[in-house]
C-alpha cells in the first residue's frame, strides 16, 4: 500500500499570510501518461470534503485561485498565498496511483 | 451536479445494510465513483471503487463483506454491507473521481452496535 504522510498535522496561521501544507507518498504518484495521482481535499467543520487541486496541481473547479497545488512524483505541496478565515479545516492529500486510495493523516488549519 | 447520500442506520453486529447515493448532473456510469468513510472522530478512509468499465477494488478491511455496485437506469451508485462489524461505524461518503470533478456527497451514518 501506499502511505501518504502529511505535514505539519496542526497549523495555526494569520489571517492575510501564506501557508503551506506537505505530502509526501511511499511510491511514486507519476504514470506513464504524465499525471500525478494526488488529490487535495478541504474538510471544513461539520461538512463533507471538498476538492481544492485533482492531479497534482489542477484547481477544482470554484476554488478560489489563492490555492496552489504542485509536487514531484513523491513530494508535494499545497499552497494558500493569503489565508482566508474561511479555509479553516482540516487538509487531506489523497493518492488515486493505485488501490488501495490512502489519505494522509490530515492537517487542521487554524486562525490565530 | 449532486450526490446525496442514504440508507445509513443503526444496526446490530452481523447485520446486512444497502447504501444509495442517487446522483444528478453526470452519469454514474461514465465516471469512477468512490464509497469512502469516516468513522467518529477520525480522518478518511476509502472503502471501495468502481471503475467506468465496471471493475471493482475494495479495501481489505471490508474485501468479501461488502460491494459495489451501480444503476444505469436510476444513475445511482449502490454500496451493500454484509456481515457487519462495529469497527464499520462510520459516515460513508460517494465520491467521484477527482478529475471527473472530486464530488462528494454529504454523507450517511451507519452506526453498527447492539
Known amino acids: 500500500d501506499i502511505v501518504m504522510t502529511q505535514s505539519p498535522l496542526s497549523l495555526p496561521v494569520t489571517p492575510g499570510e501564506p501557508a503551506s501544507i506537505f505530502c509526501r507518498s511511499s511510491?511514486?504518484?507519476?504514470?506513464?501518461?504524465?499525471?500525478?495521482?494526488l488529490d487535495w481535499y478541504l474538510q471544513k467543520p461539520g461538512q463533507s470534503p471538498q476538492l481544492l487541486i485533482y492531479?497534482?496541481?489542477n484547481r477544482a473547479s470554484g476554488v478560489p485561485d489563492r490555492f496552489s497545488g504542485s509536487g514531484s512524483g513523491t513530494d508535494f505541496t499545497l499552497k494558500i498565498s493569503r489565508v482566508e478565515a474561511e479555509d479553516v479545516g482540516t487538509y487531506y492529500c489523497?493518492?488515486?496511483?493505485?488501490?488501495?486510495?490512502?489519505f494522509g493523516q490530515g492537517t487542521r488549519l487554524e486562525i490565530k | 451536479v449532486q450526490l446525496v447520500e442514504s440508507g445509513g442506520r443503526l444496526i446490530q453486529p452481523g447485520g446486512s445494510l444497502r447504501l444509495s447515493c442517487a446522483a444528478s448532473?453526470?452519469?454514474?456510469?461514465?465516471?469512477?465513483m468512490n464509497w469512502f468513510r469516516q468513522a467518529p472522530g477520525r480522518g478518511l478512509d476509502w472503502v471501495a471503487l468502481?471503475?467506468?468499465?465496471?471493475?471493482?477494488a475494495y479495501a481489505d478491511s471490508v474485501k468479501g463483506r461488502f460491494a459495489i455496485s451501480r444503476d444505469s437506469s436510476t444513475n445511482t451508485l449502490y454500496l451493500q454491507m454484509n456481515s457487519l462489524r462495529v469497527e464499520d461505524t462510520a459516515v460513508y461518503y460517494c465520491?467521484?473521481?477527482?478529475?471527473?470533478?472530486?464530488?462528494w456527497g454529504q454523507g450517511t451514518l451507519v452506526t453498527v452496535s447492539s
Open positions: 465520491g467521484r473521481d477527482g478529475a471527473g470533478g472530486g464530488n
Open positions: 448532473g453526470f452519469t454514474v456510469g461514465n465516471n469512477y
Open positions: 468502481i471503475y467506468s468499465g465496471g471493475t471493482t
Open positions: 511510491q511514486s504518484l507519476l504514470h506513464s501518461n504524465g499525471n500525478k495521482y
Open positions: 492531479l497534482g496541481s
Open positions: 489523497m493518492q488515486g496511483r493505485q488501490t488501495p486510495i490512502t
